[in-house]
């Protein structure tokens, strides 16, 4: 299995909703990551995991919140969202950097 | 962090090769040459990495200035499906962490 797998695909939820992202690797790999990418711009990094720990939050708001409950899954928590919020969000798995990410298709969220 | 200078956009025709260009002028001797790509509604996807020879597998080929202050992917016969966003980013050995700048937006045309 030479995937990530993120789901849902698509998610439309209120500004009052929590929700939930998910993302699953099973290639062994040791770091997991967040991204965010609004339209027509670059991937924005959120957050890295290293060994199911939280090692980088680039000054991430509160209302994402990361959870790595293994070393094969990664979750992000959403609550109380903006509009301005609205991107696809990517996760990224790497065994290490210098050896490539792999990149999953990414989670559409439209925030209402 | 080092950063990278790349075109907004280029065009191709079908079949032909392309030179993507990067430039680095602040590189470090530990820093990796890596390229990505993102085609229309996926993630990126890995293509190659090098840090001082030039490297070739099934996608690409990367050459590498002497210098390393810059540096060219090579798709060697490019098809419609090569039409995505390509980034050049500078990894550096046992960092953590992968920073987008604003990539080439290639256009192939049939």
């Known amino acids: 299995d030479t995937e990530v797998t993120q789901t849902p695909k698509h998610l439309v939820m209120g500004m009052t909703n929590k929700k939930s992202l998910k993302c699953e690797q099973h290639m062994g790999h040791r770091a997991m990551y967040w991204y965010k990418q609004k339209a027509k711009k670059p991937p924005e990094l959120m957050f890295v995991y290293s060994y199911e720990k939280l090692s980088i939050n680039e000054s991430v708001p509160s209302r994402f919140s990361p959870e790595c409950p293994n070393s094969s899954l990664l979750n992000l928590h959403l609550h109380a969202l903006q509009p301005e919020d609205s991107a696809l969000y990517l996760c990224?798995?790497?065994?290490?950097?210098?050896?490539?990410?792999?990149f999953g298709s990414g989670t559409r969220l439209t925030v209402v | 962090d080092a950063k990278t200078t790349q075109p907004n956009s280029m065009e191709s025709n079908e079949e032909e090769p392309v030179h993507l260009p990067c430039n680095h002028s602040t590189i470090s001797g530990t820093d990796y040459i890596h390229w990505y790509r993102q085609l229309p509604s996926q993630g990126p996807e890995y293509v190659i990495h090098?840090?001082?020879s030039n490297v070739n597998n099934r996608m690409a080929s990367l050459a590498i200035a002497e210098d390393r202050k810059s540096s060219t992917l090579i798709l060697h016969r490019a098809t419609l499906r090569d039409a995505a966003v390509y980034y050049c980013?500078?990894?550096?050995?046992?960092?953590?962490?992968?920073?987008f700048g604003g990539g080439t937006r290639l256009m192939v045309k049939p």
């Open positions: 990224a798995s790497s065994q290490a950097p210098l050896y490539g990410y792999t």
């Open positions: 980013i500078l990894v550096r050995n046992a960092g953590n962490m992968l920073t």
């Open positions: 090098g840090l001082t």
